[in-house]
Nanobody, 125 residues
Framework: QVQLVESGGGLVQAGGSLRLSCAAS????????MGWFRQAPGKEREFVAA???????????YYADSVKGRFTISRDNAKNTVSLQMNKLKPDDTAVYYC???????????????WGQGAQVTVSS
């Protein structure tokens, strides 16, 4: 089983930036898709971004339309970590953010096998 631990959440004003990190242990994840989801109060968990390794130097990155151009996902296979750089944050980005892993790319939360505990991101207007 994989253990995932998120860090880097917090409170920021609209227009600001935050960087989330997720450290994985228990399994090497270089051949897995690593993704970020978020869940706001009263809403369903939604896809934010995912990254898939194609080769040792090539990765495909996927983004929800709502974050495209503002968020950047990256991973370090040597450290078994995935990060999410969030710029130009909006109040609508307020949510608990989760990292997750899946054997293949999907935007469906039920396709991801392991989840972190979540990190709160709050964007004030």
């Amino acid at each position: 089983q994989v253990q995932l631990v998120e860090s880097g959440g917090g409170l920021v004003q609209a227009g600001g930036s935050l960087r989330l990190s997720c450290a994985a242990s228990g399994r090497t994840l270089s051949n897995y898709v690593m993704g970020w989801f978020r869940q706001a109060p009263g809403k369903e968990r939604e896809f934010v971004a995912a990254i898939r390794r194609i080769s040792s130097i090539t990765y495909y990155k996927y983004y929800a339309d709502s974050v495209k151009g503002r968020f950047t996902i990256s991973r370090d296979n040597a450290k078994n970590t995935v990060s999410l750089q969030m710029n130009k944050l909006k109040p609508d980005d307020t949510a608990v953010y989760y990292c997750a892993v899946a054997p293949k790319y999907s935007q469906r939360a039920d396709q991801y096998e392991d989840w972190g505990q979540g990190a709160q991101v709050t964007v004030s207007s």
